[in-house]
T-cell receptor, first 113, second 113 residues
Framework: AQSVTQLGSHVSVSEGALVLLRCNYSSSVPPYLFWYVQYPNQGLQLLLK??????LVKGINGFEAEFKKSETSFHLTKPSAHMSDAAEYFC???????????FGQGTELSVKP | EAGVAQSPRYKIIEKRQSVAFWCNPI?????LYWYQQILGQGPKLLIQFQNNGVVDDSQLPKDRFSAERLKGVDSTLKIQPAKLEDSAVYLC???????????FGQGTRLTVV
């Protein structure tokens, strides 16, 4: 069975600092991996995804993530945090195109001025 | 291109009452999901449709929850009777063959009092 673990339910950084949100997954087959962002009272918006090919993927708003198969990880990073990055971030895994998305429990990112 | 539409955005009901949510997926998308997101948790799949057929409803509390997708387009999710623990955001998402990510609506926030 697939599962996703996000380390840290809450991460706080200063504006301009590095953002690192951790995600580990378990899957019996190479999965599709996603990061979604959720702003208050909004739905989920796709930040980036890994399907095949290059293991470093770039997304919107300056975020990127690296798929490391040996570590079963897909950590999300951004070199310099902005106040507008404050939101809830969800890592998700999907076994194939027709399958369901399985989400981690989420990490709330706070950005201090 | 219009996104996933959901209504209502907010709903407050008393326990033991019934409630229904509506979702209109992105035009042409064959796969439709309903997720339940309890405060502080990641979304959990309730039911997945492929056209008008059910693919996965293993996590749907069938004694009180029901869902349908007549004609393979719009979908409704119903709760009858509602319990306090049903308070959550109900998210609808859609995707299609050849599309790796799912697109989410803004959700319906249900409060059961």
């Amino acid at each position: 069975a697939q599962s996703v673990t996000q380390l840290g339910s809450h991460v706080s950084v200063s504006e301009g600092a590095l953002v690192l949100l951790r995600c580990n997954y378990s899957s019996s087959v190479p999965p599709y991996l996603f990061w979604y962002v959720q702003y208050p009272n909004q739905g989920l918006q796709l930040l980036l995804k890994y399907t095949t090919g290059a293991t470093l993927v770039k997304g919107i708003n300056g975020f990127e993530a690296e798929f490391k198969k040996s570590e079963t990880s897909f950590h999300l990073t951004k070199p310099s945090a902005h106040m507008s990055d404050a939101a809830e971030y969800f890592c998700a895994v999907r076994r194939n195109q027709g399958g369901k998305l399985i989400f981690g429990q989420g990490t709330e990112l706070s950005v201090k001025p | 291109e219009a996104g996933v539409a959901q209504s209502p955005r907010y709903k407050i009901i008393e326990k033991r009452q019934s409630v229904a949510f509506w979702c209109n997926p992105i035009s042409g998308h064959a796969t439709l999901y309903w997720y339940q997101q309890i405060l502080g948790q990641g979304p959990k799949l309730l039911i997945q449709f492929q056209n008008n057929g059910v693919v996965d409803d293993s996590q749907l509390p069938k004694d009180r929850f029901s869902a349908e997708r007549l004609k393979g387009v719009d979908s409704t999710l119903k709760i009858q009777p509602a319990k306090l623990e049903d308070s959550a955001v109900y998210l609808c998402a859609s995707t299609d063959q050849g599309v790796t990510e799912a697109f989410f609506g803004q959700g319906t926030r249900l409060t059961v009092v």
